[in-house]
């Protein structure tokens, strides 16, 4: 364990470090159950800045969304081991107590959640919902404050009548209406700080794009903090300034989006990549998938987690990759761009073997140019 | 511009009031004459208890042929039904003797072999010791039974959750006689830790009443608060798992405000449904506490009048006891939209 | 243009190659009553699911159904499967209209149609293993004599990519994916000439989904089952099936061999639906792409909207659009579409071009000099189709001699 947490860790990706206001350092969360120790989350390092947005990418069991829940503390603390850093504009948050924590929570930090359905009280009117939350961190605002804070903010975020729909209860609104609502609860303690935990996965594209678009409306208005937690790379693309991409619990590649998803150097990333289908690319292009089913976090593999599925795994000499495993290191685009992989030259491998599978169009011209924008572009 | 809003279902909750109850009415009328049937048709005489009764037990076929004369027994059965069903609402005049009629006024549910005083005047009279015996024990029920089921809840997994679910699974698992009788043995007999059990209308003495009636709801509160102890403990486990949980815990809600606004509210749902049905089981009759407490209630009352064949009595505590089930039933299902706006009765 | 021209007809002799539809659907419709509350339960309206829906799969071939939620594809998938029985339509599956087939009468049948569905978690018995699942339909329609069933069931659970020794297994000893490929040795057990795969990885993780699209992709190719693929992912749709149709509310929009309906979708809701899936190649740009922003969420079923059901939330609705239902009508050699202006994004046409042939004016209002054409709806392509460019009818002969046209 101690092999990986060498000089890299704390300065990934961002250019402006130090200035962020999310800041993770080896987080390392474990539960332990009757089975034995489940190992979600495991030195994991990464940080927003104000009006910026991280994508985390990975699988279900990644530890993708146990690693955010942390940050607001929201992991019962009697079944769980959290270890590392978590700051909140400068705030520690782990080993606080809970009562404090109960001040971040909604307030400075605030998290929406996937199922809208699910994650709304059925039996609690949208608007008494919306104004409880912003009650807990205004004692001393009247019902009617709240009240009306809560119209204010279901009209913020495109709701139609919302004098009238706030008393409406979450069953009556549609699913996208269900997620502006999530939205408006989010926000309604104006956070710096906002982590969505697959926020459109339960969602039709067409209101899927309203909900992105609102989100990226919103953070442009409150200069707030975005986690957007997905594992739909497209999303993204189009939503983060920064990705990182996690795998059984811990992240295996950290960069810029821009660099990231046009030079991947992580053969995990590669296979997110490959699996998806495009709607622009070519179609009788094989799906490229990655073979076997991602680790048990019980019992995670030796070395290199990602190594009894990596195909590239021959590559690398000796044998690295079962027994050690790889630090979390820049590659060879630069010290933006983190990458936990012992192949020497993966920017090779990528441009010749993954790129003409994935994008035959962008493989042979110029690796990154805009040009491999979708056709249907306009309106 | 904006999507219509979703139908809602119209409200019918009148409808749906008048329909359950219909549906009530159909049962109670099975029940009436399947219990009328059973008597009239049984392989035993059915004045032949009250016979036994009259002539301490020396019951003779000539006196027990005159009883069925007298009782109507010989007359088509159907006509008797009749008479049976329309005193019910008109009320009527029962011939006894010869020459010797009891007023029996609506709703006439027939004279108490023993006593020859109309059965639904006796119910009356045993009413209120049953509804005072039902109500404490349902207060200790729920505050007992819900209380630790939550508190457990919250502490699932910790060592005093599972000593608790322990000792309710132990109490639960002793029979309710014994448990009963222990505790009137214990506390009352031997040791006179509380009062001497017993029933005294609370207008008539207050504290007579409250310090009779402590020992008995005790005993049957505390003794079936235990099953729910593992029930609200585990519709409170289910609903803390909940989604929206963690939405509350976000917010920056207090544990408290979490656990109970949000929780209970949810676990309430089940719990009410059980206990709907429950309250009415005890307000039937509590046949065993009242017995061994010297409660007379109609739990005993029905009982006795199994033991003595006093067809009319029998017929009455059933027809109660279906009542309040049925009645117990509507109100659960109403209560049922009221805490869950989603299924808001349609 | 002319390569353009080359990828139609190559999907043409594509078609061709699969040979006659093995699966034709012709104005299906299902609608679910609502009841009224109160002591007599009325029926006061009905859920129009799927209202009139025609398309062909030819053998060994497949067509994708997409749409968002409530659209009714997932019901349609359910009526071919006669999970449902439709409320009208015909359902042509080798020219036997399983439409009116008698449950007994259908059994023999589900051989041949069989389907795949959406959730591996809760479509295989917990209680039953592997080789009990994928054996019961052997058993049931007398596939394989006894002692040959278990032989049968292994070879199988091997063609899906599963380890035939499991086949003692229960179903929660597998992952989401191996489920998936369970329930998929399940609808091969009969070798069926069509399978319905309802959404058939959206419930897996993405490196897995790929695992079973191309599992799809290998089988459909071995033994030349044809394909209806209802899914939601246009990504996934379009890289399965040749063609591919649109579903709103309950109709279809916009049918299409795959290259025209994705490169250039006439209707405006396939362009909507499009643009508004994010896209990994916009990394390289940055920030959203643009989109067509297309306001609030579909309309209730029961009460859809009069006219063109899409008109909404349409860009480009006009009056003639509350007035008038647009008809699918041919507008190329493979291409539907359901719109009063279609046409490629940006180059919509300023009138309607359904007017004429719908006998009304241009704002929908009956025009007493026209005369209406019956445009029907029948579930495969004609020969002829109405050119959007010259506005009038056009054949698949009018291009190479071009006289006789019409």
Redesign the interface.
């Given at each position: 364990m101690s092999t990986d947490t060498g000089v890299t860790t704390g300065a990934a990706g961002a250019a402006a470090a130090g200035e962020r206001l999310l800041e993770v350092e080896h987080l390392t969360v474990k539960f332990p159950t009757a089975d034995g120790l489940v190992n979600a989350v495991t030195d994991l390092s990464y940080g927003v800045a104000r009006g910026k947005t991280l994508g985390i990418v990975g699988?279900?069991g990644s530890g993708k969304s146990v690693s955010s829940m942390a940050v607001?503390g929201?992991h019962d603390p009697?079944?769980t081991r959290i270890e590392g850093s978590i700051r909140v504009d400068g705030q520690e948050v782990i080993g606080l107590s809970?009562a404090k924590l109960?001040?971040?929570?909604?307030?400075s930090a605030?998290?929406i959640?996937q199922?809208a359905l699910?994650?709304?009280?059925?039996?609690?009117r949208v608007g008494k919902q919306l104004s409880?939350?912003y009650a807990?961190?205004h004692p001393k605002a009247s019902a009617r404050d709240a009240r009306r804070k809560a119209i204010e903010m279901l009209d913020l975020v495109g709701i139609?009548?919302p004098d009238r729909?706030v008393d409406?209860?979450p069953?009556?609104f549609?699913?996208?209406?269900r997620q502006r609502a999530?939205i408006a609860?989010g926000l309604i303690n104006d956070p710096s700080l906002l982590i969505a935990d697959e926020p459109t996965t339960a969602l039709?594209?067409?209101?899927?794009?309203?909900i992105?678009?609102l989100l990226?409306d919103l953070q442009r208005e409150f200069d707030s903090a975005i986690i957007i937690i997905t594992?739909?790379?497209?999303?993204?693309?189009?939503?983060a300034d920064e990705v990182l991409v996690m795998y059984a619990g811990r992240a295996v590649e950290y960069g810029a989006?821009?660099e990231?998803?046009?030079h991947p150097e992580m053969p995990y990333t590669w296979?997110?990549?490959?699996?998806?289908?495009?709607?622009?690319?070519d179609?009788d292009a094989?799906?490229?998938?990655?073979?076997g089913?991602?680790p048990s976090l019980l019992d995670p593999p030796s070395g290199c987690s990602f190594h009894p599925?990596c195909v590239h795994r021959d590559k690398v000499p000796g044998d690295l990759c079962t027994t050690t495993i790889p630090d979390l290191s820049p590659g060879g685009r630069g010290p933006g761009h983190l990458k936990r992989c012992h192949l020497a030259d993966p920017e090779r491998i990528y441009a010749t073997e993954i790129l003409p599978e994935i994008?035959p169009d962008l493989a042979d011209g110029a690796p990154?140019?805009?040009a491999?924008?979708?056709?249907?572009?306009?309106? | 511009?904006?999507?219509p809003?979703?139908p809602?279902p119209t409200v019918g909750k009148f409808a749906f009031i008048v329909k359950r109850l219909l549906a009530g009415l159909l049962v109670l009328s099975t029940l009436v004459v399947s219990i009328f049937l059973l008597f009239w048709y049984g392989p035993r005489s059915p004045v032949q208890g009250l016979c036994e009764q009259r002539t301490n037990n020396r019951c003779t076929a000539d006196f027990r042929a005159q009883l069925e004369e007298n009782f109507g027994y010989n007359n088509p059965m159907l006509s008797e039904l009749g008479k049976y069903v329309a005193g019910i609402f008109t009320g009527r005049d029962i011939q006894l003797g010869a020459n010797t009629f009891v007023e029996c006024s609506a709703p006439c549910l027939g004279l108490s072999y023993r006593t020859f005083v109309p059965a639904f005047d006796e119910l009356v009279r045993r009413l209120p010791a049953t509804i005072s015996l039902a109500v404490g024990a349902a207060v200790i029920i729920l505050l007992v039974g819900v209380t630790s089921g939550v508190l457990a809840a919250r502490r699932r997994?910790t060592v005093a959750d599972k000593a608790l679910v322990s000792a309710t699974l132990l109490m639960s698992s002793i029979p309710y006689v014994l448990f009963a009788l222990l505790v009137y043995l214990y506390l009352n007999v031997i040791n006179e830790v509380f009062p001497e059990a017993g029933y005294t209308p609370l207008t008539e003495n207050p504290v007579a009443w409250l310090s009779g009636l402590l020992l008995p709801w005790l005993a049957l509160g505390f003794y079936n608060s235990t099953q729910y102890t593992r029930f609200s403990r585990g519709a409170m486990i289910d609903a803390l798992s909940?989604?929206?949980i963690?939405?509350?815990?976000?917010?920056?809600?207090?544990?408290r405000t979490v656990t109970f606004k949000?929780g209970l509210?949810?676990a309430l749902v089940p719990i009410v449904t059980i206990f709907g049905i429950d309250f009415a089981f005890l307000l039937a009759g509590t046949i065993f506490t009242e017995i061994i407490f010297g409660i007379n209630g109609i739990g005993r009352w029905g009982l006795e009048a199994i033991q003595i064949e006093d067809f009319p009595v029998v017929q009455t505590t059933v027809l109660f006891g279906a009542i309040v089930v049925i009645v117990a039933n509507i109100v659960v299902d109403i209560l049922y939209g009221v805490?869950?706006?989603?299924v808001r009765i349609s | 243009m002319v390569s353009v021209q080359k990828d139609a007809d190559a999907t043409l002799t594509r078609h061709r190659s699969g040979g006659e539809p093995v699966l034709e659907v012709e104005d299906l419709k299902m609608y679910f009553p609502v009841k009224s509350s109160g002591l007599v339960r009325r029926t006061v309206g009905h859920v129009q699911a799927v209202d009139g829906v025609s398309f062909q799969v030819p053998a060994g071939g497949a067509l994708g159904l997409v749409g968002?939620?409530g659209c009714g594809k997932s019901t349609t998938g359910r009526l071919i499967t006669r999970l449902h029985d439709p409320t009208s339509g015909a359902i042509r599956f080798e020219g036997t209209d399983l439409a009116k087939l008698s449950p007994r009468q259908m059994k023999p049948m589900r051989r041949d149609v069989q389907m795949i569905f959406q959730d591996p978690f809760s479509s295989l018995n917990p209680r039953h293993t592997v080789g009990a699942i994928v054996s019961s339909p052997l058993v049931t329609h007398d596939m394989v004599p006894k002692n040959k069933v278990l032989s049968r069931v292994q070879e199988l659970l091997e063609v899906v990519g599963l380890n035939p020794e499991h086949y003692n297994r229960y179903p929660n000893e597998f992952?989401g994916?191996?489920r998936q490929r369970i329930g998929i040795a399940r609808a091969l057990a009969l070798q069926p000439k069509l399978l319905v795969a309802d959404e058939p990885v959206s419930a897996l993780?993405?490196?897995?989904?790929?695992?079973v699209?191309?599992l799809l992709?290998d089988l459909q190719k071995e033994f030349g089952i044809a394909f209806l693929f209802i899914a939601?992912d246009?990504?996934?749709v379009?890289?399965f099936c040749p063609e591919v149709a649109v579903m709103y509310l309950g109709k279809i929009v916009e049918i299409a061999d795959?290259e025209t309906l994705?490169?250039r979708?006439h209707h405006p809701y396939t362009?909507?639906?499009?643009?508004?899936?994010?896209?990994?190649?916009?990394?390289?740009?940055?920030?959203?792409?643009?989109?067509?922003?297309?306001?609030g969420?579909?309309p209730s079923p029961i009460n859809p909207p009069s006219g063109c059901r899409f008109r909404t939330r349409c860009p480009l609705a006009k009056e003639i659009c509350a007035r008038v239902e647009p008809p699918l009508m041919q507008i190329g050699r493979r291409h539907k579409v359901a719109c009063h202006f279609p046409g490629e994004?940006?180059k919509h046409p300023e009138e309607p071009v359904t007017a004429r042939l719908l006998g009304v004016d241009d704002q929908g209002s009956p025009d007493p000099g026209g005369s209406p054409t019956d445009l029907g709806n029948p579930p495969g392509f004609a020969d002829t189709w109405f050119d959007l460019d010259k506005r009038q009818m056009a054949g698949a002969t009018s291009r190479s001699t071009t006289q006789d046209a019409g």
């Open positions: 699988e279900s607001l929201l009697r079944r809970e109960r001040r971040i929570r909604g307030n605030a998290m959640f199922d699910a994650s709304l009280h059925p039996f609690y409880e939350a807990a961190h139609p009548q729909r409406d209860f069953h009556q549609s699913g996208g209406m999530m609860m039709d594209v067409t209101v899927q794009a309203q992105l678009d990226g594992h739909d790379l497209g999303v993204i693309a189009e939503m989006t821009r990231l998803l046009t296979g997110l990549l490959s699996s998806v289908p495009d709607v622009s690319g179609v094989r799906l490229l998938p990655i073979p089913n991602p599925r994008a990154a140019a805009p491999a924008a979708p056709t249907n572009k306009e309106a | 511009m904006g999507p809003p979703p809602r997994g909940e989604d929206y963690r939405t509350a815990r976000a917010k920056g809600l207090s544990s949000h509210r949810s805490l869950d706006p989603r | 968002e939620s992952s994916g191996q993780d993405v490196s897995i989904q790929a695992q699209v191309n992709d939601h246009l990504a996934v379009r890289h795959r994705y490169n979708p362009q909507a639906l499009l643009s508004a899936v994010p896209d990994v190649r916009q990394a390289a740009v940055g920030g959203r792409r643009e989109r067509i922003r297309i306001e969420d579909v994004l940006g």
